[in-house]
T-cell receptor
Framework: GAGVSQSPSNKVTEKGKDVELRCDPI?????LYWYRQSLGQGLEFLIY????????KSGLPSDRFSAERTGGSVSTLTIQRTQQEDSAVYLC?????????????FGPGTRLTVL | AQRVTQPEKLLSVFKGAPVELKCNYS??????LFWYVQYSRQRLQLLLR?????SIKGFTADLNKGETSFHLKKPFAQEEDSAMYYC????????????WGAGTKLIIKP
């Protein structure tokens, strides 16, 4: 079946603009995760969803970041008033359950560049 | 505190040489350990997990609870092994997401 998809694949924006990143998880996966991968850095966990709810938002870097998931499927990550330090690859992953032992399947990522 | 440490940001070895990517963890219970890999221009994907005791692409990893380690090993490196490798931990049986290491970039020199 289809894997995790993300759009856009690349986004270039000007500092101060808002951006919206989209993730389509694998059908039937109840758990969805957002990560950030900065150049030369590892994975930074941002937020996860179990169904439509996000029990822990403490990983979001600032209040400019928000995420939602509707219908237990598609999720959007919104960054308001983007800053240059927001430039990174944003990865989405999904798994069948939120149990950590479940394999996470990753999307191709959205490369965000803030000028 | 729960933590995964990959002490090497970069590891460079010659083709045919043995490879060992180190991973140490801190966890109070019985963890599940994983290695994920990201090849150039490909998605991050699961390489292996300790409970399955598999050898994938010639790689093995043994969970050493005494040393709290889960090092990834391969006896003879190949050029196609060049990639970014992440070690991750999950609380066994818990409703929990993964705790990730910072990753090690492996470069296999010809």
């Amino acid at each position: 079946g289809a894997g995790v998809s993300q759009s856009p694949s690349n986004k270039v924006t000007e500092k101060g603009k808002d951006v919206e990143l989209r993730c389509d998880p694998i059908s039937g996966h109840t758990a969805l995760y957002w990560y950030r991968q900065s150049l030369g850095q590892g994975l930074e966990f941002l937020i996860y969803f179990q169904g439509n709810s996000a029990p822990d938002k403490s990983g979001l870097p600032s209040d400019r970041f928000s995420a939602e998931r509707t219908g237990g499927s598609v999720s959007t990550l919104t960054i308001q008033r983007t800053q240059q330090e927001d430039s990174a690859v944003y990865l989405c992953a999904s798994s069948y359950r939120i149990a950590g032992g479940d394999t996470q399947y990753f999307g191709p990522g959205t490369r965000l560049t803030v000028l | 505190a729960q933590r995964v440490t990959q002490p090497e940001k970069l590891l460079s070895v010659f083709k045919g040489a043995p490879v060992e990517l180190k991973c140490n963890y801190s966890y109070s219970g019985s963890p599940e350990l994983f290695w994920y890999v990201q090849y150039s221009r490909q998605r991050l994907q699961l390489l292996l997990r300790h409970i399955s005791r598999e050898s994938i692409k010639g790689f093995t990893a043994d969970l050493n609870k005494g040393e709290t380690s889960f090092h990834l090993k391969k006896p003879f490196a190949q050029e196609e092994d060049s990639a970014m490798y992440y070690c991750a931990l999950s609380g066994q049986g818990s409703n929990y997401q993964l705790i990730w290491g910072a990753g090690t970039k492996l470069i296999i020199k010809p």
